[in-house]
């Protein structure tokens, strides 16, 4: 399965609209991949907390239109990353969009886990409730975005419902990128999954992030990691391999906690 990561540049000076064309351009080019895969919020930036109610649109708005066409276009599965969506009876919602190689949204995922400790994007939208897995024809995604990858069990429940490779788009800044590829690791350890974790580059606001999109296998070992900059991380992996490892080193099969409730002590 060949997949790209699209580690988009969003800097000051770039009008949404023009990296809209921009980066559906950029899909275009992947023709060829069977999974693309963009970062969080690259319309307005992560930390671009002031841009999040301006540049906020309808689920079917024009990124929606814009990446929808680009998938078709391309003949892909895209993972079209998130925007500030803005529901006309409710909140803003960071929402995630998966396009089919038709076009046809496959699914909409709404951040669960809202960063900022009472600031930001914390107050600022609405927290998702739904777990989002995507069938494709050699594997199934499981969809998380950025904070979330901080929150263990929602990956396991991902897995639960039948995850094998786990997408988390994100805008990570630079001062936590040790987290970042140590958290994306143990998500594959634990869950014996393929993770494919697609960050920003460039500055939100003010915030440098940390780029180093990063691809690793059920084993924990990193298969392709990006540098500091725009680029597209591309990698050929077998999904098969998730399989093979859960057969091999059966760990999940000796949870105790999270299913049965445990016996307590007498």
């Keep these: 399965m060949l997949a790209s990561l699209i580690q988009i540049a969003v800097e000051d000076g770039e009008s949404v609209e023009l990296r809209r064309r921009r980066v559906a351009a950029l899909v275009r080019e992947q023709a060829g991949a069977d999974l693309v895969v963009l970062p969080e919020l690259w319309t307005t930036g992560a930390f ?129 990128r040790a987290h970042w590829t140590l958290l994306a690791r143990a998500r594959a350890v634990e869950n014996q999954a393929f993770v494919l974790a697609c960050g920003t580059a460039g500055t939100h606001a003010g915030v440098p992030q940390a780029g180093h999109s990063i691809v690793v296998d059920p084993w924990g070992e990193v298969l392709a990691e990006a540098g500091p900059g725009e680029e597209v991380l591309t990698v050929d992996f077998d999904p098969a391999k998730v399989a093979t490892t859960r057969e091999t080193f059966p760990v999940l099969k000796d949870r105790v906690l999270g299913l049965d409730p445990p016996r307590r002590a007498r």
């Design 48 to 176: 671009a907390f002031e841009e999040f109610a301006r540049e906020a649109e309808p689920l079917e708005g024009p990124t929606y239109e814009a990446m929808a066409k680009a998938a078709s276009d391309a003949g892909v599965w895209l993972h079209a990353g998130s925007i500030p969506e803005r529901d006309p009876d409710g909140p803003l919602y960071n929402t995630s969009l998966v396009f089919s190689p038709s076009g046809d949204l496959a699914a909409a995922y709404r951040k669960v886990h809202r960063f900022g400790f009472d600031k930001g994007e914390a107050v600022l939208m609405g927290a998702g409730h739904d777990l989002v897995t995507v069938p494709l024809p050699m594997t199934t995604l499981g969809v998380a975005t950025c904070y979330d990858l901080r929150f263990p069990e929602l990956f396991r429940a991902l897995v639960d419902a039948g995850a094998e490779t786990l997408v988390i788009p994100a805008g990570w800044p630079e001062r936590r």
